[in-house]
């Protein structure tokens, strides 16, 4: 039912920034502004890892690597998170998912291409 379609990405020079937007479909805008969401990512080769994440009441969490340079946010209004992403790195290359859960089931975006030059 929840479907998550993802969009922003592109290619970038080391540096740079990229803001990514997820749209949600499938749940009504009062079930979107009580779920907690997310952004993940999986390089080549790599797991997948969590990004950031963002609950109902707006608290926010970061992994190590991104503190600092990417935002988390989300518009209710529009079943819509964002991902600013600022002061690109290479090894930020990835392919970004979004994430959200629902009655103890994942569910994920079809992912978007993030490339990062030197």
């Known amino acids: 039912q929840v479907q998550l379609v993802e969009s922003g990405g592109g290619s970038v020079q080391a540096g740079g920034s990229l803001r990514l937007s997820c749209a949600t479909s499938g749940i009504s805008g009062i079930i979107f502004s009580i779920k907690t969401m997310g952004w993940y990512r999986q390089a080549p080769g790599k797991q997948r890892e969590l990004v950031a994440r963002?609950?109902?009441?707006?608290?926010?969490n970061y992994a190590d690597s991104v503190k600092g340079r990417f935002t988390i946010s989300r518009e209710n209004a529009k079943n819509t998170v964002y991902l600013q992403m600022n002061s690109l790195k290479t090894e930020d290359t990835a392919v970004y998912y979004c994430?959200?859960?629902?009655?103890?089931?994942?569910?994920w975006g079809q992912g978007t291409q993030v490339t990062v030059s030197s």
């Open positions: 994430w959200t859960t629902r009655l103890g089931d994942d569910y």
């Open positions: 963002i609950s109902s009441t707006g608290n926010t």
